[in-house]
């Protein structure tokens, strides 16, 4: 105790000094932040910074900064470094307000707002594309140990009602610090690209970031209006159907059993759904498990055609689509 009682009347001290600070006789006047700026820094990327006010009154006491995203989408959090980077569309504009605060266990103090814009890019209303839908798959890449999975990348959208017939667009995606412009369209029957198809991305798979994708035009009778939008990954990639289904009768055992799908996820990242049709009386078995076999008892007088499909589990990532339906097995009971 002889040792332990000067650290804790430091403490208390220190204590004493902050509350001190922040009682409201002589509470602290706070001053928003100066030189707020937004820059864009990437397909749907920006970068807000600003600069502690100069004439902050100084004590002994940690400020912080609440920023307020105004649109596209309201958002809002806490920090307390002088920059943020936000990934947020851009074709309807951007706008963000920061102020400086300060918090203990009863209140809150805050300062003024500063506030900063970037306005909607230039074009003709609707002429820019809409219905923009894209969806991703994994390939096996067997000659590349480094890489040894590729992501393509598939997006179709329409021509905007008002944009002229000579209008073309351009699709540009982002993930990550790679961007890159599509080199391969399908056009409409006046050669307008409806759709882009990249066989190869820098795009991972098992990866949480967004997919940014960016479509501008041009024409020579009116200016294209810019279009953007974020995906999640999980929500768009369609997962490849498990491999090698194989299945076999014993008596009244019907044995499945299959390989995981082409994917970066390993072999424990995987859900399955069998589904078993009975021709002769059209009942139809659905079952879904964890394992990649399955064993059913069924009527041996039967003839039955057996499906597989995939999804990636909740464990490994949020949920997303479904494969599609494996290839049917016709097996059992034949004259």
């Given amino acids: 105790m002889i040792i332990m009682a000067p650290v804790l009347l ?23 932040p100066v030189n707020f700026t937004i820059k864009v820094t990437g397909l749907a990327q920006v970068l807000l910074r600003w600069e502690p006010n100069p004439d902050q009154e100084q004590r002994n006491v940690n400020l912080e900064y609440q920023v307020k995203i105004n649109a596209p989408k309201d958002d809002d959090y806490e920090t307390r470094i002088t920059e943020s980077k936000c990934v947020t569309i851009l074709h309807k504009g951007f706008s963000a307000s920061v102020r400086t605060i300060l918090q203990n266990d009863h209140s809150l103090l805050a300062s003024s707002w500063a506030s900063a814009e970037l306005h909607a890019p ?14 991703t798959n994994t390939t ?54 409806i759709a882009c198809w990249f066989p190869r991305t820098f795009i991972h798979s ?44 014993e008596g009244t055992r019907l044995s499945i059993q299959w390989e995981k799908p082409v994917s970066a996820f390993p072999i424990h990242c995987f859900d399955y759904e069998v589904k078993i049709h009975n021709a002769r009386n059209g009942y139809l078995q659905i079952e879904k498990m964890m394992t990649n076999a399955f064993i059913s008892i ?32 016709y097996v059992g009971f034949s004259r």
């Fill in 10 to 32: 430091i403490l208390l001290g220190a204590t004493e000094i902050l509350q001190a600070d922040l009682l409201p006789d002589d509470k602290i006047s706070l001053l928003p």
């Fill in 122 to 135: 230039p074009g003709s209303p609707g002429t820019s594309v809409v219905n923009l839908t894209c969806t």
């Fill in 140 to 193: 096996a890449d067997n000659y590349s140990h480094l890489r040894p999975y590729q992501v393509s990348l598939h997006c179709t959208w329409l021509v905007g009602t008002d944009a002229p017939e000579d209008t073309q667009y351009f699709l540009y995606y982002r993930y990550g610090s790679w961007t890159e412009e599509c080199q391969e369209y399908s056009k409409d029957s006046m050669g307008r690209n």
């Fill in 206 to 249: 098992r990866g949480r970031d967004w997919l940014a994708v960016l479509i501008n035009g041009s024409s020579k009778h009116s200016a294209i209006k810019p279009f953007d939008q974020l995906f999640a990954l999980h929500a768009i990639d369609q997962i490849n159907p498990p491999l090698n289904v194989t299945a076999e009768i």
């Fill in 298 to 329: 069924i009527d041996d007088l039967s003839k039955y055609d057996v499906q597989v499909r995939a999804a990636v589990s909740s464990m490994c990532r949020e949920a997303g689509l479904w494969s599609e339906w494996s290839q049917p097995i």
